[in-house]
């Protein structure tokens, strides 16, 4: 439901669910009675709510199984780092040299 001064959504009270209250115009206005509803519409709403959450569950296991990227990301560091110090101790590769003349190349 829309503000009748500004325009913007209210939103229901949580002190008095019977009010919603306008956090622009700093208003509140008493909430309409809900329409009385039918059992057939109330059991397709809930049909459709557990259907809806159902799915967003479905959601929630796909992206924990996706959770080890940081892991593999840190691991992979660890490797690269671990090759530079073997490079550099063991088979004398001096890549401070290497590293110059890189930026004496894009200095031209």
């Known amino acids: ?8 959504e209210l939103v229901r009270s949580t002190k008095n669910p019977d009010y919603l209250l306008c956090y622009t115009c700093k208003k509140k206005y008493k909430a ?5 509803s039918r059992p057939a519409e109330d059991r397709a709403r809930r049909e459709r709510d557990t259907a809806y ?13 996706g959770g080890h990227g940081g892991l593999i990301f840190l691991i992979i560091l660890l490797l690269i780092i671990a090759a530079l110090v073997v490079g550099y101790f063991i088979f004398n590769i001096d890549y ?13």
Do not use: N, W
């Not at 959450?53 to 199984?65: A, F, H, P, Y």
């Open 96 to 108: 401070f040299s290497y590293i110059s003349k890189i930026i004496e190349h894009f200095k031209k």
């Open 32 to 36: 309409p009675a809900p329409a009385p």
């Open 1 to 8: 439901m829309k503000c009748p001064h500004c325009g913007e």
């Open 53 to 65: 959450t159902q799915m967003l569950d479905i959601g929630v296991d796909e992206d924990e199984r």
